[in-house]
Each structure stands twice: as C-alpha cells, then as structure tokens.
C-alpha cells in the first residue's frame, strides 16, 4: 500500500472485484522495510499516516462518481474513475499489524483485522473499546488470522477468540511436500468446521 498510487491502486482493486463479482478482500498494511519504502518515495516514520490516506482516498475513489480527496500525503481534485466495485462502497478493507495502535485505525477505516498468528492478552478488549468509541461493534468485523496455526487445540482457541476467517501458510517447495501439506489443512479444516 505505501508504495503504490492510490488512485492506480483504487481502480486495479476495483477492475479485480469486478471481475470477480464482488469477492475481493484487501488486505493492508504500511510495511517494514525503511529502504524499501523510501526507494518509493514515502517516509517510514509517517507510513501509518500515508496508509490512512491511501485508504481513505480509494474508498472516496469506490464510492463516488467524482470523488476528490485532500490530505497531508494524498491530494487530488476531483476525479472520475471506472469501473465501481461490485461490493458496495469498495472491498472490505483488512488491516494486517499487531501494534497496540492497530485498534483505533481498524475503528476508523477498517472492516477487519488481519493479524499474524495470534492475539496477545488483552487485544479483543482493546479491539471492542475502540470500534465502541465510534459507534462500531466487533460483530460487524472480519477477523482474520494470518498464519492460522496447524495444530487443532491451538486453532481452536483462536476460533473461540473469534477470529473467523483463517489463512493457513503453505511451504515453499514442489507438490511433494505442498500437496499433503494441503490435504493435512483440508482435514484439521473439516474437524473445525464440525466442531463448529
């Protein structure tokens, strides 16, 4: 996100949700990489601030015929950009970080959180408090965990902390080794589902 146009971005997002009748999801994030992010042009201390920006000027892009955005970091007059989202309003947005500011910018512009792994103590509560402040509720949230846990009593752990979407890791080797390790997702995914 950080390193690409917005307004670029906002119709190859918005061309690809097209084209798949509405499924896309848009997973964000500001980065980690100084050098990388500042080859593009963008400051790593503000890369929260640019990624804010960036999202709300797509989402201004989705949901408007003339859509104008004016920031610190992104600015444009108005604009007409084609074709619209199928989903109302643009893709949901997935926020990816495990910072402890994470929660007030899911409230502000999100539609779910993405975090890697797993959830340190206290995060749900942090989490509630901050859609609460603006009027939003978890219930109306995706949450995802990215590099779901393999191990059945783990998973489940997370599915009772309410993450409801799960994205598995697969290894990076030949059909040897991916496809069994596909075939071992696919069972600890039907045990879950049952369980459910």
């Known amino acids: 996100m950080i390193e690409r146009d917005p307004i670029t971005l906002a119709k190859e997002v918005a061309s690809l949700d097209l084209l798949s009748n509405g499924r896309v999801v848009l997973g964000v994030g500001a980065g980690w990489n100084r050098e990388e992010m500042e080859n593009h042009g963008a400051n790593f201390r503000n890369r929260w601030k640019i990624v804010r920006e960036k999202v709300l000027a797509m989402q201004a892009i989705w949901r408007n015929d003339a859509a104008e955005f004016h920031g610190e970091f992104v600015n444009f007059d108005p604009i007409w950009s084609w074709p619209k989202p199928v989903q109302a309003g643009g893709p949901p947005i997935w926020i990816g970080a495990n910072s402890p500011w994470v929660f007030d910018r899911i409230a502000e512009y999100a539609d779910g959180w993405m975090p890697i792994g797993g959830l340190g103590s206290g995060n749900m509560e942090r989490l509630q408090s901050a859609l609460e402040a603006r009027g939003r509720r978890v219930a109306d949230l995706d949450l995802a965990l990215f590099g779901a846990p393999a191990d059945y009593d783990t998973l489940m ?34 045990r879950a589902r049952r369980r459910a």
């Open 157 to 190: 752990g997370r599915i009772d902390q309410g993450f409801d979407e799960l994205v598995f890791t697969l290894p990076d080797r030949g059909a040897d080794d991916v496809l069994p390790a596909l075939d071992r997702l696919a069972a600890l995914a039907e």
